[in-house]
């Protein structure tokens, strides 16, 4: 108990000292490379923070294990929403950037409404999953041209210091020390878990979704800390569309996924979340204390339904 206890809190220290060096060089390179934090955080940062999903997603699927993979995808999708964008804007409110709301918002509700659509029969083929993965390339292909037409926002405009090899190393090791965290923190949390009775099916929904959402709560968090609002809400929903489009595809390729257990209301919870952003986003142009706390209260009520159901 002691060990798992002491890996619990060394997973949780590396994480937060992960994530400040990836959003440290993420920041930097985006300035460098004419790149809003935005745009940064949609694609390096939430694709680097989302490595963990694929592991598990693909493992699972390889194992037969349709339920954990997609689960996985629905569970941290919902924590992200829900969790970990409603703890970064308790720790400061986030500016709405327009290009959010106009470009890629809407990308993330088609995508989710592209993956609920596919997952009505419970099972995803391999072509459904060649159609996610081909719609997550023109997507990013999309995102990075009009981003490059947009050049760099002012916000980082004062420059770039220190040698490139230097910011790629913070986004590298940043990476590495993300994964390596969230392995150590979701193993021990599940041994505890275990320890203390709690059922297989609440440990994989709840467990082993939010566990791979870490490396996303520890960047947004971290993110929002130091006044990067763009890349925390940006790392949420790349992360969100890589899960959806990305994840889901490559783990159909491998096999196709069957799912029978999959509860219907579990996806629809997962598009409400993404849809509660609207209204709160364009409200002010911002998202503040008072609409984090209806994101994780909603999170919790379902975590609360899930015990109940599972328990």
Do not use: C, K
């Amino acid at each position: 108990m002691a060990l798992h206890l002491l890996t619990l809190a060394g997973g949780l220290a590396l994480l937060m000292v992960a994530a400040s060096g990836l959003v440290r060089g993420a920041s930097a390179l985006a300035l460098r490379f004419g790149l809003s934090p935005l745009i940064v955080g949609l694609t390096v940062v939430a694709f680097g923070t989302s490595a963990p999903e694929l592991v598990v997603s693909v493992q699972a699927t390889l194992a037969g294990a349709g339920g954990i993979a997609v689960g996985n995808v629905v569970g941290s999708n919902i924590a992200n929403v829900g969790l970990i964008l409603g703890i970064a804007v308790l720790v400061r409110p986030i500016a709405s950037d327009r290009s959010v709301l106009r470009r890629d918002l809407p990308a993330l509700l088609a995508a989710t409404a592209l993956a609920a659509v596919f997952l009505l029969d419970r099972q995803a083929s391999a072509w459904e999953g060649a159609f996610l993965l081909a719609a997550l390339f023109a997507y990013l292909a999309w995102s990075l041209t009009l981003a490059r037409r947009e050049g760099a926002a002012p916000e980082i405009a004062s420059g770039a210091r220190g040698p490139a090899w230097r910011d790629a190393l913070f986004v590298v090791l940043g990476l590495a020390g993300l994964v390596v965290g969230a392995d150590l923190f979701v193993g021990a949390a599940t041994a505890l878990a275990e320890a203390a009775g709690v059922s297989n099916a609440v440990i994989g929904l709840t467990v082993v979704a939010l566990g791979t959402s870490l490396p996303e709560l520890a960047t947004s968090v971290v993110a929002a800390w130091r006044g990067e609002g763009s890349i925390a809400v940006g790392n949420v929903i790349g992360s969100n569309l890589f899960n959806l489009l990305g994840i889901l595809g490559v783990a159909a390729l491998v096999r196709p996924i069957v799912v029978p257990g999959l509860q219907p209301l579990d996806v629809a919870v997962m598009g409400a979340f993404v849809l509660i952003l609207v209204p709160m986003m364009l409200s002010g142009r911002r998202l503040v204390r008072a609409e984090a706390g209806v994101l994780i209260a909603g999170y919790a009520g379902y975590m609360v339904y899930l015990g109940a159901l599972h328990g």
